[in-house]
Structure formats: C-alpha cells, structure tokens
C-alpha cells in the first residue's frame, strides 16, 4: 500500500520555526517529485514548494521564498520541509504529495499519491 505520512506540526509562536516531515511507505521516494500544500480555512489549496526526483532542485512560493527550505533523505524515504520565521498566514494544514512528473512542479492535479496533512498554527 503507497501511504504518505506527515508529521512536525504544531502550535508555534510567530518568529518560530518547525520541520515538517513527509515519510513514505509501499514506495521509493528517489524517483518522485514531492511537493508540499497548504490549505487554509476558507482559501483555495496553495503550492508552496516542491522538489525534484533527479537532480534535486527546488521551486518555492513566493510567500515563502527565503523562509523555508525543502530537502530530500533518499536513505530515510523521507522529505522535509523546514520553516523558519513563522508568520500568522502560514497557518494551515500541510500536506506532503507525490508525482512521477518529468519536472518540479505545484500544480496540484499532477499529484497521484497525498498524505492526510499535518496542522500547523502560528500565534502568540
């Protein structure tokens, strides 16, 4: 069975930083795009980044650009997503998906496998 397993969200203070992790069983990570979205309450699913199963490179929203780094343990089968300088309007819940896409990309309908999501919440 392919499964997608989110974990590290929390509560955290504005400022504040959290790593999101996104374990994968039933299947090898290395030869996946692995992007992760955030939904909101009441907003639209937003891509926020993505990275790629061959040479690594990464695309990040601009909302996010500089904050948050996405990287890959091919050893672990696991992606994760850190995320510093918190701000209020990351709050949503994350989700981890996978593609076998040629390239890098956050266009949710390419996306065949997702995760159940992990909440994180900035505030004081």
């Known amino acids: 069975q392919l499964q997608l397993v989110e974990s590290g969200g929390g509560l955290v203070q504005p400022g504040g930083s959290l790593r999101l992790s996104c374990a994968a069983s039933?299947?090898?990570?290395?030869?996946?795009?692995i992007g992760w979205f955030r939904q909101a309450p009441g907003k639209e699913r937003e891509g926020v980044s993505c990275i790629s199963s061959s040479d690594g490179s990464t695309y990040y929203a601009d909302s996010v650009k500089g904050r948050f780094t996405i990287s890959r343990d091919n050893a672990k089968n696991t992606v994760y997503l850190q995320m510093n300088s918190l701000k209020p309007e990351d709050t949503a819940v994350y989700y981890c998906?996978?593609?076998?896409?040629?390239?890098?990309?956050?266009?949710?309908?390419?996306?065949?496998?997702w995760g159940q999501g992990t909440q994180v919440t900035v505030s004081s």
């Open positions: 998906a996978a593609t076998r896409h040629r390239w890098c990309t956050v266009v949710a309908r390419y996306y065949d496998y």
């Open positions: 039933g299947f090898t990570l290395d030869y996946y795009v």
